[in-house]
């Protein structure tokens, strides 16, 4: 759970695997996090399989990240900022600037995306 290194162990900034973010709850392989500090790296990598981490900020959840069978980022359900909805980047990589690199949800995004938030409601006692 640290940015770009999972598998040496450092980020590409010097931080040790894992101290980039902290766990808020965790159900079963679904890991809430938040960051340590705002510079923290997004999240890429993973040494746990089959992990999937949901962002939070505060109160909020910001975005599910998905791993691939190389515990690389494969793909990401995102809120976006400027209008609150819900859309999919997929790939290591990928441009957070434009809509037109959004796409929509799928249903299976949808399913993981409600059983997220009941989770997190759940949490927050709301």
């Known amino acids: 759970m640290g940015g770009r290194g999972a598998s ?7 931080n040790k695997y894992g101290t980039q973010y902290h766990t808020v709850l965790q159900d079963g392989n679904i890991k809430f996090v938040n960051k340590v500090k705002r510079q923290s790296e ?5 040494m746990t399989e089959g992990r999937v981490y949901v962002e939070v900020g505060g109160n909020d959840l910001l975005r599910i990240v998905f791993f691939d069978e190389n515990n690389k980022r494969n793909h990401v359900i995102e809120r976006d ?14 441009n957070d600037k434009g809509v037109a690199d959004h796409e929509p949800l799928s249903d299976d995004d949808k399913k993981i995306l409600e059983k997220v938030k ?3 409601h759940n949490h927050k006692g709301v």
């Open 42 to 46: 997004t999240l890429m990598e993973t």
């Open 81 to 94: 900022k400027r209008n609150n909805k819900w859309h999919v980047h997929n790939g290591y990589l990928h």
């Open 118 to 120: 009941r989770l997190w």
């Open 8 to 14: 040496s162990g450092m980020s590409k900034d010097g």
